[in-house]
């Protein structure tokens, strides 16, 4: 089942994108990405309304927590309240993660068996085994790529520090509305670090995943990973900008 309505269909869509002239497979890569990524935003579209509304939510969460911290069934129950009152589904992105799962583990086999040539056994009779590069605008996709992997951790970045910058910016807004002089309690400057952290230490992640750690397992995919991985992280930031403007309003 996996093989037959999962992996074997993304595995022919890629291959379909590479028989179009003057595509290499970098390009075929990134817009197949683009395309799965453009199915997939239903379904993603609720995880990420979840994840900017519990950034938003996050100091009424941390009042709470310290409020209530003697008394945690009371502390659930106000936090269920917050939820329902600021339409969060704090399970959704949960649930969204599971249904993607196999996709991610499908796209890192599809990947895996591009390179260094198409398998023509796992093709419809339709599809025509390609004659494209293995390359992005001359780079060789075979094996991985110091370019890309920099690429990589850079998106990664800049993905944060937007997400991040901009919720550190509402945050000080709604304080100064409340007042104009009041000093930052422990909670806040907690998570202002772990924001500050994550923002640095995701980066360096995922420069290592595609320099060091995937080319351990995938070593010929590594490259085709790194593209996959920077055009879907590109994909994250324009939807939640597009989630932030044009449906929160925030």
């Known amino acids: 089942m996996y093989n037959t309505f999962i992996f074997l269909p993304l595995y022919n869509g890629l291959v379909s994108l590479m028989n179009i002239p003057g595509i290499d ?26 994840q900017v509304r519990m950034k938003d939510a996050e100091p009424e969460l941390n009042k709470i927590k310290a409020e209530y911290k003697d008394n945690r069934q009371l502390q659930a129950q106000k936090m269920m309240d917050l939820y329902k009152q600021k339409k969060i589904k704090p399970l ?41 590069h293995i390359s992005l605008l001359g780079i060789n996709l075979i094996g991985k790529s110091l370019v890309l992997s920099i690429l990589t951790g850079v998106i990664q970045f800049l993905q944060l520090h937007y997400s991040l910058a901009s919720h550190q910016i509402r945050l000080v807004s709604k304080k100064n509305a409340k007042e104009s002089a009041v000093k930052t309690d ?34 010929q995919a590594a490259s085709i990973i790194a593209i996959y991985w920077s055009v879907s992280t590109l ?16």
């Open 25 to 50: 497979v970098g390009l075929a890569v990134i817009l197949f990405t683009a395309i799965v990524r453009l199915l997939l935003y239903p379904l993603s579209k609720s995880a990420l309304f979840t």
């Open 186 to 219: 422990s909670t806040s400057d907690m998570m202002s670090s772990m924001n500050t952290n994550m923002k640095y230490f995701m980066p360096i992640l995922a420069f290592a995943s595609v320099y060091w750690i995937i080319p351990a397992r995938y070593p």
């Open 235 to 250: 994909f994250t930031l324009c939807q939640e900008l597009y989630i932030r403007k044009r449906l929160l309003k925030i």
């Open 92 to 132: 959704s992105g949960f649930l969204l993660l599971i249904i993607q799962l196999p996709i991610l583990l499908a796209l890192i086999s599809v990947f895996y068996n591009i390179v260094p040539s198409v398998k023509p056994e796992l093709l419809y009779g339709f599809i025509h085994i390609p004659t494209a």
